[in-house]
């Protein structure tokens, strides 16, 4: 249920509302706006009725949620969820671009990658100290070796980290080295991951799983969500369909989609959502149109010769093209980037 509370209520009114929902069974969620207070509760509890809520002293109204996923609702949060991290905003008015390499390889490669994409505009550096791979004899990533390299490399650079935690023993290890946990499309449903990150206080990306519908990522996000994390974004990196033109099927229309279902930031990955670098440039020009707040994309170097997804890996100047384009667009429709 979701229990609004009235412009310039109360604490003392506030806590009487949090203090009969919890008595009732409900654990309490709060957010707090611009204007309202909003209550989310949460439990197995259907037999009430919202007017005795809305008799309340300080209450506006008071609504059932029928859906599966209360906290992730956009009913929870109407006006959005902004992430602040350092100076860079992530669900406001910017389009933010996170960009680098599938993997980490080297210090060279890293500290290049680095430089280019902070050159270009992006506030984010992506990178994979941990990779899981459909093989077991791919390369796996450097581990904490990797994760020094970033963060060295980000720092010189004035960007802020993103890196896969892909096993609930990595976490304490991503928190000291990752401004950003990144759960990949194969542990989307890993809801003991999930709970575990729930307990962090860093922001979560969430990307979708490959054949998951939107409605099992907004319920992916619902398990970080209740754990008290609310500093989560949502990723569409493409879904696996019957065609075989482009590695996955990016699904565009799942950015407005999300935008209206839910008040988390949605982010675009047009690398692993086409599997092909002439692809990638188009498809980042449309999520932004659509609405995405803002896009990871693969970049390296020397992108031919790279350890895993080269393919589909930007080299830097057309990262550079894609940057100038993606803010043409982004001014267009009253963004910026």
């Known amino acids: 249920m979701l229990v609004v509370m009235q412009e310039g209520a109360t604490e003392r009114q506030t806590e009487a509302v949090i203090d009969r929902l919890v008595k009732m069974g409900f ?38 949620i029928v859906s599966p996923y209360k906290l992730a609702s956009r009913h929870f ?31 060279e490669q890293i500290e290049a990658s680095a ?6 505009g992006a506030k984010v550096i992506r990178g994979g100290a941990f990779k899981p791979r459909s093989s077991p004899y791919s390369f796996q990533g ?7 390299i970033l963060r060295a490399a980000a720092d010189r650079n004035g960007l802020l980290v993103i890196s ?22 194969r542990n989307m449903q890993n809801f003991n991951l999930l709970r575990e990150l729930g307990k962090t206080r860093k922001p979560i990306l969430l990307k979708r799983g490959i054949a998951a519908t939107i409605e099992e990522l907004l319920l992916s996000a619902e398990y970080i969500l209740s754990g008290g994390n609310y500093e989560v974004m949502l990723c569409e990196r493409g879904i696996r369909t019957f065609e075989t033109s482009t590695r996955n099927t990016m699904d565009i229309a799942a950015i407005p989609v999300l935008r209206r279902l839910t008040h988390l ?28 707040d803002g896009l990871l994309v693969e970049v390296h170097p020397d992108p031919d010769h790279a350890v895993s997804d080269g393919a589909q890996t930007l080299h830097p100047k057309q990262f550079a093209e894609l940057m100038k384009q993606m803010q043409a667009v982004a001014t267009a429709i009253g963004r910026a980037a």
């Not at 450097?142 to 020094?148: F, P, S, T, V, Y």
């Open 164 to 185: 896969e935690v892909m096993d609930q023993v990595q976490i304490p290890l991503l928190l000291e080295y990752a401004d950003i946990l990144q759960v990949g499309a």
């Open 115 to 120: 430089e280019a994409v902070s050159h270009a």
């Open 27 to 64: 654990t309490v969620h709060r957010s707090t706006g611009v204007v309202h207070t909003v209550l989310g509760g949460v439990g197995p509890v259907d037999d009430f009725d919202p007017a005795a809520f809305e008799v309340m002293e300080g209450v506006k109204e008071c609504h059932r």
């Open 77 to 107: 949060k109407p006006a959005g969820t902004v992430i602040q991290i350092g100076s860079v905003q992530i669900g406001g008015k910017d389009v933010v671009a996170m960009a680098g390499p599938c993997s980490v390889e080297s210090e």
């Open 142 to 148: 450097m581990g904490e070796a990797g994760l020094k």
């Open 265 to 292: 930031p949605v982010i675009a990955d047009p690398s692993h959502g086409t599997g092909k670098r002439d692809y990638v440039l188009p498809m980042a020009r449309a999520a932004v149109a659509a609405g995405a």
